[in-house]
């Protein structure tokens, strides 16, 4: 390539005629082979003539790219390759490769600046062509090869009864209805999705293991749709949004989701311990109701259980504030305007929309990260991440880049690609206004005009177990005795009080004994149970503790205690 460019460059290809180019063509391919033929001393005459002729393609080919570039046209790549490709020296599919290698020769070697033509497969790299095959094999399945639909038959659980699944491009939903009015032309918000829950425990078969969809179209047509029929209980299409929402277990149990949707920046402010009790509450109702779902073990413990829902139910309580107090109340996805949190807080993910930012910094994927921090934190660092919010179909669409450049290559139809062009424009346009946005309040922040609420702060927090028990034993010993002058208490007592398992006093017993916080009490006990009371030191520590909690959280400390008075109450009856 090279060599012939050197020859090359001396010739406007324009002012030639077909003879005259041809001749080019022949002198050019024998000086090149004058150049390499000391290297080839070992090779046959056989070799050598069809190396000549080899060397004539690539020169041709060549001669193509020239032409094109000096009456500056674009390129298609993959046109040229056909138009200079001799079935006698090699394949179309070996020729496109080396065509390939030397397009990426001139451009990154010798810098050759050469216009492809927006919708040339070949221009792209591999793992961008892998991607377009992925989407028409994916587009075949929803739709048909006749873009008319499509029916595949798949086993039920029994395998023997069949069933039926008519695909038309259209989002399934939540129950036979998709509330976001998702179809092909915004293919890669669409996902298979299995009927059978819990595939893997239910089909035990060795020729209809669990298949990932995303691995499915990996394959041609023809292999993913047998891939497809070995799917027990058959899969449903349904676009991102219920997809997650479907997966949402928790989310979507009535009493768990009628209270999300319920709340606002303003009873989440005002009564965050009548959150925490509600959160509780509802984990325990959830827990009961979905035993069969859950494996308890020694390690697996029902009160572990219990505090992982807990959590999850919190992480929601949690994502919807930061967004309610970042993007205003009823927040809808500014894309689609059909997915909002009131009603679809699962779908919502934070989208970055500055990712050069990631240079100087990590970047933060808030997934999970609801679960585990408090609200300031999350508030801070969306905002100096520059994050807005987006459902799962809109996010998804954003970062498919490759579907929306070459769209017309996928959906073949110019209609439908304009239409996805549309679309980007207006996704694009929404995310520079919410940009704006999140750009506001990060000036705020970095003036220090910007007073971030924490709500939703555990009075007792991670590391501070041993302090909860202490003042709870205070109370017991100390405050609620004194209507009974009983100034000592039991494990059953303690435990009731705490609304904790039986053995839960068992697991700080030890520790408040060692740290000099209780005491035994020598000779008295009943029915077994032994008695304790504070030591002086325990009291001197934890009216140190009440007084540090009362003043950082008056409203909600005042609220527990109460609540532990009335479960004393009840255990007195």
Request: charged share 25%; aromatic share 12%; hydrophobic share 35%.
């Amino acid at each position: 390539t090279k060599y012939s460019l050197n020859k090359l460059e001396r010739i406007i290809i324009n002012d030639l005629s077909e003879v005259e180019i041809l001749e080019n063509i022949k002198t050019i391919k024998d000086s090149v082979f004058e150049q390499i033929e000391s290297q080839l001393s070992r090779k046959n005459s056989e070799f050598k003539r069809f190396l000549k002729k080899y060397i004539a393609n690539i020169v041709w080919f060549l001669t193509k790219i020239k032409l094109l570039s000096e009456t500056n046209q674009k390129i298609n790549v993959s046109n040229v390759a056909k138009e200079t490709h001799n079935k006698s020296l090699t394949s179309l599919n070996q020729w496109y490769k080396i065509v390939k290698e030397i397009v990426r020769y001139l451009r990154d070697t010798l810098g050759f600046s050469i216009r492809t033509a927006h919708q040339d497969p070949l221009s792209l790299p591999e793992s961008s062509q892998n991607s377009i095959r992925c989407f028409k094999t994916y587009y075949k399945l929803i739709k048909g090869i006749d873009k008319k639909g499509i029916t595949i038959t798949y086993l039920d659980i029994d395998y023997k009864t069949e069933i039926r699944i008519h695909y038309d491009g259209k989002c399934l939903g939540l129950g036979e209805y998709c509330p976001f009015n998702i179809d092909h032309k915004f293919l890669p918000s669409l996902s298979h999705h299995h009927r059978l829950e819990g595939y893997n425990k239910i089909v035990t078969e060795k020729d209809y293991k669990y298949i990932q969809p995303n691995k499915i179209i990996s394959h041609s047509f023809h292999r993913a749709l047998e891939l497809m029929q070995t799917q027990i209980g058959g899969l449903d299409l349904t676009c991102l949004n219920c997809h997650s929402i479907k997966h949402s277990v928790r989310y979507i149990f009535p009493p768990i989701f009628h209270f999300l949707k319920s709340l606002t920046l303003e009873n989440i402010n005002e009564n965050s311990a009548n959150i925490f009790n509600e959160t509780k509450r509802l984990a325990n109702e959830f827990y009961e109701q979905n035993k069969e779902r859950y494996r308890i073990t020694r390690i697996n413990t029902i009160a572990k259980t219990n505090i992982d829902i807990k959590r999850s139910i919190f992480g929601f309580v949690k994502k919807k504030y930061v967004i309610e107090y970042l993007f205003g109340a009823n927040y809808t996805c500014p894309i689609c305007r059909k997915a909002n949190i009131n009603d679809h807080l699962a779908c919502f993910e934070a989208h970055h929309t500055n990712l050069e930012l990631f240079e100087k910094i990590e970047k933060i994927e808030f997934g999970r990260e609801y679960e585990r921090k408090p609200v300031h934190w999350l508030i801070k660092n969306l905002t100096i991440q520059e994050c807005i919010y987006l459902c799962s179909n809109c996010h998804t669409m954003i970062n498919a880049t490759i579907y929306r450049d070459h769209v017309l290559i996928i959906l073949q139809k110019q209609k439908e690609a304009t239409f996805v062009k549309t679309f980007y424009k207006h996704l694009y346009k929404q995310i520079e206004i919410q940009k704006n946005i999140i750009l506001q309040w990060k000036h705020q922040l970095k003036d220090y005009n910007l007073t971030i609420p924490n709500p939703l702060q555990l009075i007792f927090k991670k590391g501070e177990a041993l302090d909860q028990k202490l003042v709870c034993i205070y109370n017991i010993c100390e405050v609620y005795s004194k209507e009974t002058g009983k100034h000592f208490f039991t494990a059953d007592v303690f435990n009731y009080v705490l609304n904790k398992f039986h053995t839960h006093f068992n697991n700080y017993k030890n520790q408040l004994i060692n740290t000099g916080y209780i005491q035994y009490i020598k000779g008295k006990h009943q029915f077994n149970q032994k008695f304790f009371e504070l030591t002086p030191k325990g009291i001197k520590r934890a009216k140190e503790i009440i007084k540090k909690k009362s003043t950082e959280f008056p409203e909600e400390f005042n609220n527990l205690i109460s609540a532990w008075k009335e479960r004393w109450l009840e255990y007195l009856k």
